[in-house]
């Protein structure tokens, strides 16, 4: 299994630490922000953004116990977080600012704007914050199988048709202006939500597996590693052949005197 160094440790706990402190602030900003009249009856819980947000929040707190107490053995558990997480804020990163940015009246309803801090809190810092962690302080490759990133890719989309269900039963409106169309054309957004959200998962997945040799370390630490070794055995080796070069031509002009 691949191990940080102690910098690398520390900063990954300090980005750790980062993201709790402006996540959890994000969280709770806008949680205390006052919903528009249609969309009171779901509540803060219907916004897929801020699903996202606590499961990161999860993530970054169980990386900080993970790092700190050493929890080697539940790198497992680290690893589904990670995917779940990442996966998940892929999702809301890629909808959110295309939509945000071009086709506004699709992702927020009438003129409510987020304050922009806030905006970033949410919608940026998860994402960004996600993959600095996973191509800096990884650990290791994933244990996670495509097989099990399918499922809960599935599971997920499922579990939350079904929430959206029970908390708007009767509501005039979905919490995203874009779902407010007819069942089939929904549950075909999902699908296709769905399957983005796979094809990033698997190429995640593969990139990180190629980033490590079978042993679980670092292929590029590898060859740079390898590489240096190389060069000193082979300057060593030069060194050597001149110095034999050297006593052999001393020993041949004693002889000749």
Same mark, same amino acid.
């Given at each position: 299994?691949?191990?940080?160094?102690?910098?690398?440790?520390?900063?990954?706990?300090?980005?750790?630490?980062?993201?709790?402190?402006? %996540?959890?602030? %994000?969280?709770?900003?806008?949680?205390?922000?006052?919903?528009?009249?249609?969309?009171?009856?779901?509540?803060?819980?219907?916004?897929?953004?801020?699903?996202?947000?606590?499961?990161?929040?999860?993530?970054?707190?169980?990386?900080?116990?993970?790092?700190?107490?050493?929890?080697?053995?539940?790198?497992?558990?680290?690893?589904?977080?990670?995917?779940?997480?990442?996966?998940?804020?892929?999702?809301?990163?890629?909808?959110?600012?295309?939509?945000?940015?071009?086709?506004?009246?699709?992702?927020?309803?009438?003129?409510?704007?987020?304050?922009? !801090?806030?905006?970033?809190?949410?919608?940026?810092?998860?994402?960004?914050?996600?993959?600095?962690?996973?191509?800096?302080?990884?650990? %290791?490759?994933?244990?996670?199988? +495509?097989?099990?990133?399918?499922? +809960?890719?599935?599971?997920?989309?499922?579990?939350?048709?079904?929430?959206?269900?029970?908390?708007?039963? %009767?509501?005039?409106?979905?919490?995203?202006?874009?779902?407010?169309?007819?069942?089939?054309?929904?549950?075909?957004?999902?699908?296709?939500?769905?399957?983005?959200?796979?094809?990033?998962?698997?190429?995640?997945?593969?990139?990180?597996?190629?980033? +490590?040799?079978?042993?679980?370390? !670092?292929?590029?630490?590898?060859?740079?590693?390898?590489?240096?070794?190389?060069?000193?055995?082979?300057? !060593?080796?030069?060194?050597?052949?001149?110095?034999?070069?050297?006593?052999?031509?001393?020993?041949?002009?004693?002889?000749?005197?």
């Amino acid at each position: 299994m691949n191990t940080l160094s102690d910098k690398n440790i520390r900063l990954a706990l300090s980005l750790s630490w980062i993201f709790v402190f402006f %996540g959890s602030d %994000g969280l709770n900003e806008i949680s205390n922000l006052k919903l528009s009249p249609e969309l009171q009856q779901g509540g803060h819980g219907q916004f897929l953004t801020n699903i996202s947000l606590g499961i990161t929040l999860i993530y970054f707190m169980y990386n900080i116990a993970y790092h700190h107490f050493e929890l080697a053995k539940l790198k497992k558990l680290k690893d589904v977080l990670n995917a779940l997480a990442i996966t998940l804020e892929s999702v809301v990163f890629t909808v959110y600012w295309p939509l945000r940015l071009f086709f506004i009246h699709l992702i927020l309803p009438g003129k409510d704007m987020i304050p922009i !801090k806030l905006d970033l809190k949410i919608h940026f810092l998860p994402f960004v914050s996600l993959m600095l962690d996973f191509m800096f302080f990884s650990v %290791g490759p994933w244990e996670v199988t +495509y097989t099990e990133g399918f499922t +809960y890719i599935v599971g997920c989309t499922v579990a939350y048709w079904f929430w959206l269900e029970y908390l708007l039963e %009767g509501a005039p409106t979905y919490p995203y202006p874009f779902l407010n169309v007819e069942t089939p054309i929904r549950a075909a957004i999902f699908a296709g939500v769905a399957v983005f959200a796979f094809l990033f998962f698997a190429f995640i997945k593969s990139f990180n597996t190629a980033s +490590y040799a079978p042993n679980g370390t !670092k292929t590029n630490t590898n060859t740079k590693t390898n590489t240096k070794a190389n060069t000193k055995t082979k300057t !060593k080796a030069n060194a050597n052949v001149n110095v034999n070069a050297n006593n052999a031509s001393a020993k041949t002009v004693e002889k000749i005197n």
